[in-house]
T-cell receptor
């Protein structure tokens, strides 16, 4: 996505914490999403933020700052199965724009 | 799992031939989307629909058309396939697109190769 930036790749160790950042620019906004996509599979929904602050859901948390156009996904207690691509997306009315994704590799 | 299927799952076709991909849902969701995903890239929106016979273009709509004659079906047509349309195509559905989460549920994808 040309107006969403996220790192291309990240590597972390099993059991550790990793933060994946996402910055975006948009004129209209009604939500910031994170999706997980394992290789060869369809994306699946992880989290949604529409107001500033932190949303926690088990090992995964997502943060949003609308004034800064910034979000992050925090993954705790990393497991090998967390190796996947993580897609940031913002929604403006009916359309969602996705970033190119961050490929996370979890090593033993 | 949301009831969303795509057909065919794999297709190889020749340059210049028409191709139609089908997305079928059993969730009665209002919104339906077609995306393409190329290696190393995220999802790029081709077209979407916000109701029967109501569609709009996405960021990469050139060379594609869509139709939605029933709530459950959303068709994507490549009028004359080109090699640049070789990609994985994902259909997605959502209940709404305004306030509230209204996350998208994705189909399994169709891998299209244009030779």
């Amino acid at each position: 996505g040309q107006n969403i930036d996220q790192p291309t790749e990240m590597t972390a160790t099993e059991g550790a914490i990793v933060q994946i950042n996402c910055t975006y620019q948009t004129s209209g906004f009604n939500g910031l999403f994170w999706y997980q996509q394992h290789a060869g599979e369809a994306p699946t929904f992880l989290s949604y933020n529409v107001l500033d602050g932190l949303e926690e859901k088990g090992r995964f948390s997502s943060f949003l700052s609308r004034s800064k156009g910034y979000s992050y996904l925090l993954l705790k207690e990393l497991q090998m199965k967390d190796s996947a691509s993580y897609l940031c997306a913002h929604r403006d009315a009916g359309k969602s724009t996705f970033g190119d994704g961050t490929t996370l590799t979890v090593k033993p | 799992d949301a009831g969303i299927t795509q057909s065919p799952r794999h297709k190889v076709t020749e340059t210049g031939t028409p191709v139609t991909l089908r997305c079928h849902q059993t969730e009665n969701h209002r919104y339906m989307y077609w995306y393409r995903q190329d290696p190393g890239h995220g999802l790029r929106l081709i077209h979407y629909s916000y109701g029967v016979k109501d569609t709009d273009k996405g960021e990469v709509s050139d060379g594609y058309s869509v139709s939605r004659s029933k709530t459950e079906d959303f068709l994507l047509t490549l009028e004359s396939a080109t090699s640049s349309q070789t990609s994985v195509y994902f259909c997605a559905i959502s209940e709404g697109a305004g306030t509230g989460t209204n996350e998208q549920y994705f189909g399994p994808g169709t891998r299209l190769t244009v030779t």
